[in-house]
């Protein structure tokens, strides 16, 4: 009998199809909040003692959480970042890992986020949706040169993986120019869409910089799409926010702690740069976190969202579902192994 504990909502046909093969009783969904209310994780995972554990961003799997499970053989994320995982100390124990990299329509979703988010803060649509709903008419107010296209900028993704690719992908479609910036250059990617990689050269890295100066001094939009590491941890930093340009945006949909946020509210609060488009943040909900993220979150030249790049049925579904594959065949090929 495998037992799964689910700590994080998952898409519903994914839910129907655990349970159809694990058995309803032993695919129990337990919401990370009332886990940290209640028990706790650890204590939780003590006494459910689960074969699967069944996660997404929330839910803290540190070594101690690991340890609490002896059965504990497969820890599923349906989405992309693992950083909330102790992987070294899964590994150690011989529990497997996985993620859900194959479900296309997270990328798809995340992107389509990234292009939202900048033309929100390029239209001021936030603005106009809330003025009208209060009964003012701001059209003669707000001076057009506020207000931009996509066509003919530059952005500037920084991290050319599965969704950093997306997006260059639709700027492209926008008429924008794109360029890059990876520890890894793309030569495939960029002859195939004519994009151009921004090197770090070594008088960037004499100043201090993490990015390209050049990249970061001629872009229009910068867009980070790198995982949470130790060495992408506060990426976008004080120096590289303050070689942007006057008229630039930044739009973060990785990880909060990936830019210096405390840097970024003073950037925009002496309008440095002109504007910012959130979906992470280094503390969730950020209103809740230290005190420069409210100032952050509550500026007018900001746009936030509620940690929702891959947050769309289509992601949620299908990531759902190839979780469920991948945690079925994980247990058939056990069964397999043990039957020899
Ligand atoms: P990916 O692994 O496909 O791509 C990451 C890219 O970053 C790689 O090409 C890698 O070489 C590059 N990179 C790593 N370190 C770098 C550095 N120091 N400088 C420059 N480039 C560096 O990842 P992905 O699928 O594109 O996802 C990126 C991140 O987006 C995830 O790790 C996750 O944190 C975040 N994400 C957020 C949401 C959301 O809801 N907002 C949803 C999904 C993923």
Redesign the pocket.
Known sequence: MVKVLITEPVHKEALKKLRGFFGQKNVVFTPIEEINKGKGLVKTLKEINPDVLIVRSNTEVNKEAIDAASNLKYIGRP???L?NIDLEHAKQKGVKVENT?EAEA??NS?AE?VIALALSLYRKIPLFNSSIKEGLWLKRQIKTSLLHTLNGKTIGI???????KKVAKLALSFGMKVQY????RNLEFEKVNSISFIELKPEDKMEGL??PKKLLQTSDIITI?????K??RN?LGEKEINMLKKEAIVIN???GEVVNEEALTKALLNNKISGAGL??YSYEPPFKGPPHLKILTSLPNVVCTH?????TEEAQKQAGLVMTEKIINFFKKEEQGRMK
């Open positions: 989405g992309l970042g950083d990299t997270i990328f995340v986020l920084i991290g050319l993986g599965k969704i950093g910036y990876d520890i890894y993490k990015l799409h790198v995982p949470l590491t060495g992408t990426l949909t990785s990880r979906d992470v940690h929702i790049g891959a947050k």
